[in-house]
């Protein structure tokens, strides 16, 4: 049993196949146990957490790399965001299971790009990089074959602890992949990103309201409630 970084700077939970379940979450072996008593307080309070969650165990029995997927389900559910023959960016994807979920519904075309590796997923095209580096977005639209009709983002940046900071790294982060959106997206494309709750989020919104014809904020079930996180779902992309 390790504790990882993941894409978004989170501490990520790999569990061993042996693992046994009850009605409160995934018990621990005798081994496992001794291991959490060498993790620091907020490594081992994360363990509990994800343990208890049972996000993480369905997401493992269904073979998802991560509990995120069921956010981006749950936020095509309420919104409808992929449509039939959609090609589709995600940026920061690592480790992959938005990109899951997309081969999953039948898009078309999927493309993802993270800065991390992400092991390859069925027929989706991986780019490891930066994709606000030069020359990028070319890449990614010539690996779609053409212009995107849905860009997402679940990026996040790396927490330091103080809040403020944080979020307002993570908005920055969501400028960038909503700028990425405006400059390459189809007519009446769709743009989802996750941001955190609180200030900061005027220039995005003010960004997304004059190039979308429907911008709205929401919280899928499957996002901790004690989590700030929120998604950013913009709809009818003007062109």
Known sequence: MTVEEDAEGKRR?????DART???????????????KTLS???????????RDPYVRKAQDA??????????KEIDEKFHVLKRGARVVDLGSAPGGWLQVMIEMGAARVVGIDLLPVTPIGEATIFMADFTEPGMTEKLIAALGDKPTLVLSDMAANTVGHKQTDHVRTVGLAEAAAQFAVENLVKGGTFVAKVFQGGAQGALLEQLKANFDDVRHWKPPSSRSESPETFVIARGFRG
């Open 41 to 51: 307080k907020s490594s081992r309070e994360w363990v509990d957490r994800q343990l």
């Open 63 to 72: 073979g998802y790399r991560a509990r995120a997927a069921y956010k981006i």
């Open 13 to 17: 939970w790999k569990a061993p196949m």
């Open 22 to 36: 009850d009605s409160s979450g995934r018990s621990m072996t005798k081994k496992e146990k001794v291991r959490k």
